[in-house]
């Protein structure tokens, strides 16, 4: 509502905006209605003149006009120019410097802006306009556009994505020779590209890292001005989180060209009383944070990999390791090049190695490490110059056994060169002294140097401390637990822990070593079971929790009393499992854990921020459940992580089950086959069975025909008829006799055929021999019985499938509830932006309205004063003397 | 790591048709089995040798769906090379050819070379194309032509190579302004005759791999 008050505000105000808005209204009369060129250049040179002061007059009246201009009068470069400056000034927000008075209205612009791009064309007309040469129009092209990126940006940059070489056409603008015009097409396409990978792309594509490493080089690399940052600016934004960018950076040798920019020399800071300028400090930031950008932990492996390759053979990483040895660098470009070379060489063999072997120009020369480790431990240094080092020294020790081993060696009794600083002394120094920053950056340092190492843990133990004179050396094991018993700052005790508990995890020698004093476990039961609830205390207690359960563990049952099954037992016993489980899962949930968890870079502000170490947590996540599996004793634990494990867990359980499922129904397909082929040789068998039993049958009616008198026909019976008969009869049963023997022995040869039979339907008691039967009937069984437990195998599998299925089922409502929450969102979105857009209109409709009674006033005035009244009066002359003034001002 | 040239090349055709397999097989060797919708563009690179001359493509792999056509059509200009990928077991996709080749020809620079890939020829059983049909195509449009399977590696280095032989005749003729870095050439850093001896012999020898 700022205008309004402008407007209606001071007398004095409301004169000049009435007759600021007639003015403007009259000449836009001109503009539209003049049949002449001049005419009208003129009329929209006067509004361009008003347009600053009368910003809302011009943009309410005069936009439709003009875009008319735009298009009509395009041959004449004149009367464009003064449109789109006219333009320009009416969607800026910049404040100009001329009347300072009047506050600016930063929405205006935006609202303006807005109303513009309603019809895209209009962008695409600006974009032609690139097309001519002539300054006078090309210049303010390029500046209007620039300030409706920045005041509606990712609707700009859908507009000129579409719009047939939209991009192309300002990438084309780096190529002018004039400098204004480059110099200000940086700036356009540091709006244009940001965050946007697809314009990114298109920019790289059009060889945009080429023409900018060429014009920073014209302006004398990082010596040069501002123009020089604006590059930088943009080499970051096409750069950061864009694979294929870095991608064709690197194929394109463009590492290599940022080579000669890290050059310094030493001469520059002699030259200058006074150090590096400010400019220069800026340029060298942005220049270094490219680099991180090309090697950033964060992005995928084989791409920060192949960089690093290409900045070590070109020399990149050795100027980096320059810079980091030179004289007169401000501490914040130190600390930054810090940043950097740890990025270079993090996790790169080749690179630490060439890092460990850099020497400090000291008298006599030390190794580069030892000197930054002196910085690390020394309370004098700046906070995040301390981080960086310890960062640079973590990505030393980062996947390379060689260098963890080198740093052990330097504490090993062995290696004592009694005149050189070792960082071994530096780091068991920090560790103990009494600044709780140096003991949390030694205990992590230290940490690094043994993490996934079980060689290197060993050779710790062997270390030996000298203690006060006369008394015994004691363990660094040891001293580390007598320190934490004594209390002391958070931090220390925080670092302790946490050394201790990488030192003993995976390491059961250690673990017997922490053991065998039998002060440690009281201490740390103690620690757990305090109800203390100070937020840090919080984590010292489940750190504590966390190196208990460490000790189970790894525990190989070589300390009598604190054996696997003892531990538990004094787990349960004094903290109780569901105190203890509390106390373990805290650790996790305290946002500091979560933002070192992040990533490895330690980005902390404020020494306060310190609290855990990234490995550290990596570490916790890996053994955090297996703590609690070993010392509540079952397989699994109840109340773990509530609402903690997130989409990644329920992603990981689906997979397992589908997995599972695929290998059931592979089990259930093989089961499926052994059944159906057992059920084939069933019913062969039962078939076999059938045929013998019809044979049988039919045998039986042979039989008995064979054994039936002849049917008594013919009964002329005389006796010799009666005595063939006998005879015959005689002669029949001797036949029969002998069938019946042949039968018999038919029937045994049958039950021996029968012998692979196993139908239990066979009971022919007439075979002699038993045996090959009753095999039969087991075998049947055998058979009958695998059928059995493999269909109920199969219905359990079966039943498995199901649970499955609904498993899965439950996980897709899930998702679905989610994805419903998620329309409910972007529709109340919908409705803001509509409630908005009412607003907005109304908005707009006043405006008019007023405009309407402003020229209302103004004519009653006149009224008035013709009438003879007395009226303030608006001098008209003065006014227009003020527009020839302004244009003079702008005109060239 | 130093070149004689560098031409910069696209991928286009449409959607599904195997451009990122293509560039995948060609630069990593491998074959990607799951198709893995492009959005936008995607670039790759590798070092062939042409004429005992090491040559450095630039790759640039576009989005084959309807929807990127205004962000892909913003590489046309700059390439000197583009690869017009069909489905030979898709007729649509040999079908909607004209198509991209009116709007190639529409928004590149003249001298482009094109070369027209049918791929998928190990699917032998599902062909839709007959190889005929695509060598008619090219011969009326003045494209190169050839057959490949991204699956089998069948063809592929030839496609990216015989392309880099053709606008390198295109050098050698004059064509091409090689000065104009617009086409999609440019002259490698070191190029100098002293240095070409050194590649004499080399051609074919250690293609492939890394080019770093
Ligand atoms: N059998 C066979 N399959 C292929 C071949 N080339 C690609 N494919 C398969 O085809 C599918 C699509 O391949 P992409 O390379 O992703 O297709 P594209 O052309 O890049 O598609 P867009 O990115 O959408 O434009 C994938 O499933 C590939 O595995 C081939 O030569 N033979
Ligand atoms: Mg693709």
């Not at chain 1, 001049?38 to 910003?55: G, M, P």
């Not at chain 1, 508990?501 to 995976?506: E, F, M, N, R």
């Not at chain 1, 525990?555 to 787990?571: G, M, R, Y």
């Not at chain 1, 022919?764 to 109920?792: F, Y």
Request: aromatic share 6%; glycine share 6%.
């Amino acid at each position: 509502m700022d205008y309004f008050r402008n407007i209606l505000g001071a007398p004095q105000g409301e004169m000049q905006a009435t007759s600021g808005a007639d003015t403007v209204e009259r000449l836009c009369e001109r503009v539209s209605s003049s049949t002449l060129l001049d005419d009208r250049r003129d009329a929209v040179r006067a509004l361009k003149a008003l347009s600053k002061k009368f910003r809302l007059e011009v943009g309410t009246q005069a936009m439709d006009i003009l875009l008319n201009v735009l298009e009509q009068d395009r041959n004449d470069a004149e009367i464009i120019s003064y449109a789109l400056d006219t333009f320009y000034y009416v969607m800026s927000n910049e404040p100009t410097d001329e009347d300072d008075a009047t506050p600016v209205n930063s929405g205006l612009g935006c609202e303006f802006t807005e109303i513009f791009i309603k019809r895209p064309e209009n962008v695409t007309l600006l974009l032609t306009f690139l097309e001519e040469y002539d300054f006078h129009v090309r210049w303010p092209t390029v500046k209007l556009l620039t300030v409706l990126l920045s005041n509606k940006q990712k609707e700009l940059q859908e507009i000129i994505l579409v719009v047939p070489m939209g991009v192309s056409r300002l990438m084309d603008l780096l190529s002018d020779s004039r400098e204004i015009i480059r110099n200000d097409a940086l700036l356009l396409l540091n709006q244009l590209t940001k965050g946007h990978g697809n314009i990114q792309k298109i920019v790289a594509f059009e060889n945009a890292f080429e023409r900018i490493i060429d014009i920073i080089k014209e302006e004398g690399a990082t010596d040069g001005g501002i123009v020089v940052e604006d590059c930088l600016l943009l080499l970051q934004n096409l750069l950061r989180n864009n694979t294929s960018n870095q991608n064709f950076f690197k194929e394109g040798s463009y590492i290599q060209k940022l080579k000669p920019f890290f050059n310094i020399d030493d001469e520059y800071a002699a030259s200058r009383q006074g150090g590096w300028s400010a400019q220069k400090v800026t340029n060298m930031h942005l220049m270094l944070q490219l680099v991180r950008t090309l090697v950033s932990p964060n992005n995928p492996q084989n791409q920060t990999v192949a960089c690093q390759k290409v900045m070590n053979h070109c020399g990149l990483l050795q100027d980096l390791c320059s810079i980091l040895m030179a004289t007169g660098v401000p501490a914040d470009v130190l600390t930054e090049t810090i940043n950097t070379v740890s990025e270079v060489i993090r996790g790169s063999q080749p690179n630490q190695e060439y890092f460990a072997s850099v020497l400090a120009p000291s008298n006599p020369p030390r190794p580069a490490i030892v000197v930054l480790l002196m910085s690390m431990v020394n309370e004098k240094q700046p906070f995040v110059l301390r981080c960086a080092v310890l960062y640079c020294f973590q990505s030393f020790l980062y996947k390379n056994e060689v260098s963890q081993s080198q740093i052990i060696q330097t504490l090993l009794p062995t290696a004592a060169d009694a005149n050189s600083i070792t960082a071994g002394q530096l780091l068991c120094g920090g560790l103990f002294n009494v600044d709780p920053l140096s003991n949390w950056f030694s205990a992590v340092a230290l940490l690094h140097a043994i993490v996934e190492n079980p060689t290197q843990k060993e050779q710790l133990l062997r270390v030996q401390l000298a203690t006060s004179l006369g008394n015994p050396p004691v363990s660094l094991l040891q001293q580390c637990c007598n320190m934490l018993a004594q209390g002391g700052k958070v931090q220390t005790k925080i670092a302790l822990l946490m050394i201790l508990c990488g030192w003993l995890a995976d390491c059961p020698i250690a673990v017997s070593h922490f053991l065998s004093n039998t002060a440690n476990v009281p201490y740390l039961i103690s620690q757990v079971s305090s109800s203390e609830a100070d937020d840090h205390e919080i984590i010292v207690q489940g750190l504590c929790a966390f190196l208990l359960g460490i000790c189970m563990l790894y525990n190989n049952d070589t300390t009598e009393a604190f054996t696997k099954s003892a531990l538990k037992q004094v787990i349960q016993n004094r903290i109780g499992l569901e105190s203890f489980t509390d106390k373990l899962i805290q650790v996790a949930q305290n946002e500091n854990y979560t933002r070192a968890a992040k990533k490895p870079h330690l980005y902390h502000k404020h020494p306060n921020e310190i609290v855990f170490d990234y490995e550290f947590t990596r570490l916790f996540k890996m053994l955090e459940n297996e703590v609690l599996k070993a010392v509540s004793g079952t397989g699994s634990v109840n109340g773990r992580s509530p609402g903690g494990p997130g989409i990644d867990h329920y992603k990981a359980l689906l997979k397992e089950q589908e997995d599972q499922v695929l290998a059931l129904r592979k089990n259930l397909e093989e089961m499926q086959a052994v059944s159906s082929s057992s059920e084939k040789t069933v019913l062969e068998l039962k078939v076999q069975v059938q045929q013998l039993k019809d044979q049988n049958s039919l045998l039986k009616a042979q039989k008995a025909t064979q054994g039936t008198p002849p049917p008594a026909g013919t009964n002329s019976s005389s006796t010799e008829e009666v005595e063939a008969l006998r005879r015959e009869l005689d002669s029949m049963r001797l036949q029969l006799q002998d069938k019946d023997t042949q039968l018999m022995s038919m029937s045994s040869n049958k039950s021996n055929d029968a012998a692979t039979d196993s139908s239990s339907s066979y009971h022919n008691g007439s075979s002699a021999d038993e045996k090959p039967q009753g095999s039969d009937n087991l075998r049947l069984q055998e058979i009958e019985s695998q059928l059995v437990s493999m269909t109920t195998e199969r219905d359990s599998l079966n039943e498995r499938l199901i649970k499955a299925n609904e498993e899965n089922l439950k996980l897709t409502n899930g998702k679905r509830v989610t994805e419903e929450e998620k329309a409910a969102l972007v529709k109340e979105h919908q409705e803001l932006k509509e409630d908005m857009e009412t607003l907005k209109k109304e908005q707009d409709d006043l405006l008019v309205l007023l405009a309407d009674q402003d020229t209302k006033i103004e004519s009653y005035k006149n009224k008035l004063k013709e009438l003879g009244h007395q009226v303030e009066d608006d001098d008209d002359d003065d006014e227009l003397e003020e527009v020839e003034d302004n244009d003079e001002g702008d005109a060239d | 790591m130093s070149y004689a040239y560098l031409f910069k090349y696209i991928i286009i055709g449409d959607t599904g048709v195997g451009k990122s397999c293509l560039l995948l097989q060609f630069t990593d060797k491998r074959f990607q089995p799951v198709h893995d919708l492009t959005i936008g563009v995607e670039f790759g690179a590798r070092m062939i040798t042409i004429d005992g001359k090491q040559i450095k493509l630039q790759i640039w792999d576009t989005a084959g769906q309807e929807s990127f056509r205004s962000i892909t059509r913003s590489y046309y200009r700059g390439a000197a090379g583009a690869l017009l990928v069909y489905d030979i077991t898709r007729r649509d996709t040999f079908n909607h050819l004209t198509t991209w080749l009116e709007d190639a020809r529409q928004h590149s620079n003249s001298n482009m070379v094109i070369m027209l890939i049918g791929n998928k020829s190990d699917l032998e059983a599902r062909r839709e194309v007959k190889k005929e049909e695509g060598e008619a195509f090219a011969r009326e449009h003045g494209l190169i032509f050839m057959e490949t399977s991204a699956k089998t590696a069948a063809n592929v280095e030839e496609a990216f190579i015989n392309t880099a032989k053709e606008i390198y005749q295109k050098i050698q003729d004059g064509v091409f302004d090689i000065n104009n870095e617009a086409n999609g050439i440019k002259i490698g850093p070191q190029h100098s005759p002293a240095n070409q001896s050194l590649n004499v012999g080399g051609s074919g020898g250690n293609q492939g791999g890394n080019c770093c």
